[in-house]
């Protein structure tokens, strides 16, 4: 069983910025792709972006590309998401997730087997 704990969130203005972590228990979070999915009210979960566990390897959906970088410190079992350039329609709770380990990056929540408990992110217009 892996934990996962989100933190960083809050409220910020529009064209703001704001850093995600998330920390994995557990020592083979080498080996487990991360992803960061969000959820505005009213709206179903949607991807945002994962890191593979092959070093490197990242995807961002295109409504954050340019914007959102995902990252990952294997030495401190965290994934990150900086968020820059933040705009109102960004505003939601955002989750971690574990995928399978040595799995190629996924986009579907089903795809991902572990889940953090979410952090809001709220940004102001």
């Known amino acids: 069983q892996k934990q996962l704990v989100e933190s960083g969130g809050g409220l910020v203005q529009a064209g703001g910025s704001l850093r995600l972590s998330c920390r994995a228990s557990g020592d083979t979070f080498n080996s487990y792709g991360m992803g960061w999915f969000r959820q505005a009210p009213g709206k179903e979960r949607e991807f945002v972006a994962a890191?593979?566990?092959?070093?490197?390897?990242?995807d961002h959906a295109d409504s954050v590309k340019g914007r959102f970088t995902v990252s990952r410190d294997n030495a401190k079992n965290t994934v990150y998401l900086q968020m820059t350039s933040l705009k109102p329609e960004d505003t939601a709770v955002y989750y971690c997730?574990?995928?399978?380990?040595?799995?190629?990056?996924?986009?579907?929540?089903?795809?991902?087997?572990?889940w953090g408990q979410g952090t809001q992110v709220t940004v102001s217009s």
């Open positions: 890191a593979s566990w092959r070093s490197g390897v990242t």
């Open positions: 997730a574990a995928g399978w380990p040595y799995a190629p990056i996924r986009y579907l929540q089903t795809e991902y087997a572990y």
